[in-house]
Nanobody, 125 residues
Framework: VQLQASGGGAVQAGGSLRLSCAAS????????VAWFRQAPGKEREFVAV????????QHADSVKGRFTISRDNTENTVYLQMNSLNPENTAIYYC???????????????????WGQGTLVTVSS
């Protein structure tokens, strides 16, 4: 199981970015794949998740309505579309995958055993 995150960069407040998490060694429609982020000096926090089999998604309250997780089964890639970015969204964004996480634990970073390397998003005011 390998994950490759990409798409980060520098953007001004109000702008948009789309992050990609390319998967290998497993099918994204059979795993739960989530996005987390870690800002400087803060703990890694949940952003969004998509369930493999059902396709159901969840988003953190702080990004709901602005960020959207989606997947392309053909490309075997999970995306995070981020709109209306603000400086508080500056962080390293990580994708993670698991085929054993249960619903009640889906937002817990410790439930994921496979992680990508992270991609840096910097939002300036």
């Amino acid at each position: 199981v390998q994950l490759q995150a990409s798409g980060g960069g520098a953007v001004q407040a109000g702008g948009s970015l789309r992050l990609s998490c390319a998967a290998s060694g497993f099918a994204v429609n059979r795993y739960t794949v989530a996005w987390f982020r870690q800002a400087p000096g803060k703990e890694r926090e949940f952003v969004a998740v998509g369930r493999g089999n059902s396709g159901a998604t969840q988003h953190a309250d702080s990004v709901k309505g602005r960020f959207t997780i989606s997947r392309d089964n053909t490309e075997n890639t999970v995306y995070l579309q981020m709109n209306s970015l603000n400086p508080e969204n500056t962080a390293i964004y990580y994708c993670a995958a698991s085929n054993t996480v249960i619903l009640s634990n889906i937002r817990n970073r410790s439930a994921y055993n496979s992680w990508g390397q992270g991609t840096l998003v910097t939002v300036s005011s």
